[in-house]
């Protein structure tokens, strides 16, 4: 069913100071399906970012099933961003495939808003020594929409890094899933692997589930891994009311706040102000509608 998609090339040692945007746009109001496949090729001490986008115009319940296989070469450094701002009763399933080399390196950046059911599946082979990945991601889903997330990284050489932090701020009845894999090869000595997954409850109808996991098979290692789950601060939202800030304003602060680590990894200024938009006006309407 695969009618399009995108394939995107850095030639060896291409600077690109430009990111190259990926707009996926559905208007379709019902019945509507789309398979789209991209592949990035990152060669040899190339940098390049990519933005993924996903947005729905219409209300109905279209489906879009998304892959992305990237292959980061030595030295070669590959930052993904992907925004998923389908419609409110889409469906959205996507994995994404990296694959990096000798001194390479992938980031990959999730920031989920859309969508009436989503699953999100990223696996990262760190295959040759020194190479680095960063893997993060916030969601917010509200309502009743439902978010999964489930994560490999494999780390295959050693002498490799990878960072991993997940957040999620979920809202009325919607529930969340994390699912984070940290693999360590028998070879894979020196490894330095950082896995982290944050919760905030904002109802006492939200739920999530979160596993994080760690298989380690050689020794001379430094890995963690951890996750929390919550609600606001009491302590910090009394402060901030009794300073003459209304509820509403409290909560939507403490909760940006919470979000707010995840947009310091975004380079793009411009995307960044995007995403710093629409987690405010997410949350705001939140408390609106509460």
Request: charged share 25%.
């Amino acid at each position: 069913f695969t009618e399009e998609g995108a394939f995107i090339h850095a030639a060896a040692g291409t600077h690109c100071d430009t990111p190259v945007h990926l707009l996926f746009l559905s208007t379709a109001d019902t019945n509507d399906a789309a398979y789209p496949r991209i592949h990035i090729l990152i060669e040899r001490a190339s940098e390049v970012s990519v933005i993924e986008q996903h947005a729905g115009l219409g209300h109905g319940d279209y489906f879009r099933n998304v892959v992305v296989e990237s292959v980061v070469e030595e030295d070669g450094q590959l930052r993904h961003y992907k925004l998923q701002e389908e419609g409110v009763e889409a469906r959205h399933f996507a994995a994404a495939y990296a694959r990096v080399a000798r001194g390479g390196n992938y980031e990959h950046h999730y920031f989920g808003f859309g969508g009436a059911l989503v699953r999100s599946n990223i696996h990262t082979v760190l295959d040759d020594e020194h190479a680095e990945c960063t893997v993060n991601g916030v969601f917010i889903p509200m309502d009743r929409q439902h978010m999964d997330h489930h994560t490999v990284i494999d780390h295959a050489k050693p002498h490799c890094n990878s960072h991993e932090l997940y957040k999620g701020i979920l809202l009325d009845s919607a529930r969340g899933v994390f699912s984070g894999r940290i693999i360590v090869r028998e070879d894979a000595q020196k490894t330095d692997a950082r896995q982290s997954n944050n919760n905030l409850l904002l109802s006492d109808d939200a739920q999530i589930d979160t596993r994080p996991q760690l298989e380690i098979w050689a020794d001379d290692v430094k890995c963690t891994h951890g996750a929390t789950v919550g609600r606001i601060d009491e302590d910090a939202l009394f402060y901030l009311r009794s300073r003459g800030i209304p509820e509403e304003q409290a909560n939507n602060i403490l909760s940006y706040a919470f979000a707010s680590e995840l947009l310091s990894h975004v380079k793009l200024p411009a995307l960044r102000e995007h995403l710093d938009r629409m987690i405010h006006q997410r949350l705001e309407r939140s408390w609106k509608t509460s």
